[in-house]
């Protein structure tokens, strides 16, 4: 570390609501880090000049949230292979050398949720169907491809967005009509939303479940409720469940590292901060 304090942050409008000042505060309080990490609502048309202005005060990097993980891509010098994938990145990094570093860690997030959560849990052991097809889906199918799962069924409202999905990462993919969602659970090993539905203040979830496996390993993206209806139907199955926080803990915590030089811990004190517990 030089004499400057290093400073982060997330990049997003709005932004009040996110959890990440609260993790990655916490972070450097734990590992006794002088930095501070900064909630920074920019809009679409200052990202460009506010991406340029940060390293020279002192910004070692900056989480990227809605609506600007797309646009990064082509604002970064350096764009690692998976946030290329993906089509977006959640994490920069602004090098010594002036260059801008964008990364995707949503899917290592979700992976390592499901292992830290589910321990037993191994994606290769069958299908995985995926609910929705937006920017989070593309990360969690990119990550199932690479950890091995054998088949990833996605349904999304609008079919072409699915279809999309598919003509990107090939034969490994297959397409359901929204209306066969439910068709689509039935075998599955892995299970997932990653739409909003369910969230508090959006649509109830109603994809039909009664195709769960007991043996199913269920995950929601969606945190706020932390349990969901989706999760407490795959409960009274009987599937593990996983909820969608620790996606939100283990995604923090590469950038985190780069940035601050400390690999940080997620316990349970860390969901506890993040829960204001």
Not at 55 to 77: M, Q, S
Not at 78 to 89: C, E, K, S
Not at 252 to 272: D, I, L, S, Y
Request: aromatic share 6%; hydrophobic share 45%.
């Amino acid at each position: 570390m030089s004499d400057k304090i290093p400073l982060a942050g997330v990049v997003g409008s709005p932004i009040a609501h996110s959890k990440s000042p609260l993790l990655q505060n916490h972070w450097l309080r734990t590992y006794g880090i002088e930095g501070h990490y900064i909630p920074m609502d920019v809009s679409q048309s200052d990202l460009k000049s506010v991406l340029e202005i940060l390293p020279k005060i002192g910004f070692v990097g900056v989480n990227v949230t809605i609506p600007h993980k797309e646009t990064v891509l082509g604002l970064a010098d350096l764009v690692t292979d998976r946030a290329a994938l993906i089509g977006a990145a959640n994490t920069l990094i602004f090098r010594k050398d002036g260059k801008i570093h964008a990364d995707n860690t949503d899917g290592y997030g979700f992976i390592q949720n499901l292992r830290q959560n589910a321990p037993d849990w191994d994606a290769a052991s069958g299908p995985a169907a995926v609910i929705g097809a937006g920017g989070a889906a593309r990360a969690v199918v990119a990550s199932l491809v690479e950890v091995g799962a054998p088949e990833i069924r996605i349904s999304n409202r609008t079919r072409a967005r699915a279809d999309a999905l598919k003509a990107e990462f090939g034969a490994k993919i297959t397409v359901y009509d929204w209306v066969q969602a439910g068709n689509m659970i039935e075998g599955a090993a892995t299970v997932v939303n990653t739409t909003s539905l369910g969230m508090v203040g959006k649509s109830e979830f109603r994809v039909p479940l009664d195709g769960l496996s007991p043996d199913a390993v269920v995950t929601d993206l969606v945190y706020t409720p932390l349990r969901t209806k989706f999760l407490e139907a795959a409960e009274a199955v009987g599937c593990t469940t996983v909820d969608g926080l620790g996606m939100l803990l283990h995604q923090a915590a590469p950038g985190f590292e780069r940035w601050f030089g400390v690999r940080p811990e997620v316990n349970e004190a860390t969901r506890n901060v993040v829960l204001g517990l």
